[in-house]
């Protein structure tokens, strides 16, 4: 493992990370310098705010990628990401692999099918790091063909810190670059308000904890342990609010979800 971080190639793929002088060029060197130390397709550097939505900062999707999961993405349905609930909570870690933050139902979620899968990602390895006290930032390392093998994940973990400080470096310049952009902070209030009276008119407050776990790819077992109430009574709250809704799946609540964001 020490031959990568002793190669030419690696101390020169760092050299250009701290040389960036914008956002764009920093962003693009720090994903050519993990590249060195492992192979990667499908890279997006994302900025989560805990008062607005989300900025996409760089990534390296495809016209068509951009379009159905990063246009779709921002319009509301990113309130259901695990990586976005992840980065909102008050300790964050510095790396950690997709997969493991999941909720136990999320690959069989209509969220995942229709913004995930999508993407054609089989691995993912996500950088976090803190640069306000308002805003995280998340940058997503995928593999297409594999999954990351042990030394791989041994290698992405090791360059922590240095992926740290480049993507604070590249936040830096980002926001200089934008510094009197009006932004439309009202947006992100609105689908929250949403999202968090989602039902509200005909379902009890537990209906509506349920509803939202479900969305966010929960299975009634892990609703259950979230709420530390019985599975049975979990699976009887979620007849009743499926009846209260007129709808009789959890991919007609997701629809009716979406509907109501598209609304607003």
Known sequence: MAGIFDSVEWHAAVAEAIRAEDDQHGAAALIDAINVVVSHEGTCLLAFHKDRSPDVIHHTLEPAG????????????????????LAMRDEIPGVCRFRDELPDRFRSSEYYRRYCEQTHLLDEMDYLTRVSNRTNLALVIGKRDRMFTSVELQRLALIVPTVQACMSRIWQRWEQSREGTHRDDALHAKLIDCFEKFGASVLTGREQQISQLLLRGHSSKSIARVLRIAPGTVMVHKRNLFSKLDISSQYELFSLFIDKLGAR
């Open 66 to 85: 951009r379009k159905h999961y990063l246009e779709r993405y921002l319009a509301g349905p990113y309130l259901l990401d695990p990586l976005y609930q």
